[in-house]
Nanobody, 128 residues
Framework: VKVVESGGDLVQAGGSVRLSCAAS????????IGWFRRIPGKEREGVSCTSASDGRAWYAEPVKGRFTISRDNVENTMYLYLQMDVLKPEDTATYYC????????????????????WGQGTQVTVSS
């Protein structure tokens, strides 16, 4: 399984960033996948997640209405995106994509220990 994020940037408050994640090596029919972040000085937390079973998306309360998760399957790779709009300085964090192959139904907010495969992270910095 391979998970690789990209797209992190330095932007001004109110701006937008689109993160991308390329995930491969598992069945694209059964999985949970999502975005997490580590804000400096805080624990890693779930930002948004979705699953193959129903395609519904979950968003953490601080990002609802500003972030949008989407996905696209191309051959054997899933591309997961996180469109981040109206960014705030408090969104500054390292953002991670993580996959939970197998499709076991999971609760929300997502538990970090249920996501087995993680990317290396991509930095988003929002200046005021």
């Amino acid at each position: 399984v391979k998970v690789v994020e990209s797209g992190g940037d330095l932007v001004q408050a109110g701006g937008s960033v689109r993160l991308s994640c390329a995930a491969s090596g598992f069945s694209l029919d059964d999985y949970n996948i999502g975005w997490f972040r580590r804000i400096p000085g805080k624990e890693r937390e779930g930002v948004s997640c979705t699953s193959a079973s129903d395609g519904r998306a979950w968003y953490a309360e601080p990002v609802k209405g500003r972030f949008t998760i989407s996905r696209d399957n191309v051959e054997n790779t899933m591309y997961l995106y996180l469109q981040m709009d109206v960014l705030k300085p408090e969104d500054t964090a390292t953002y991670y994509c993580a996959a939970d192959p197998g499709g076991t139904p999971r609760g929300v907010p997502p538990r970090l220990d249920e996501y087995k495969y993680w990317g290396q992270g991509t930095q988003v910095t929002v200046s005021s």
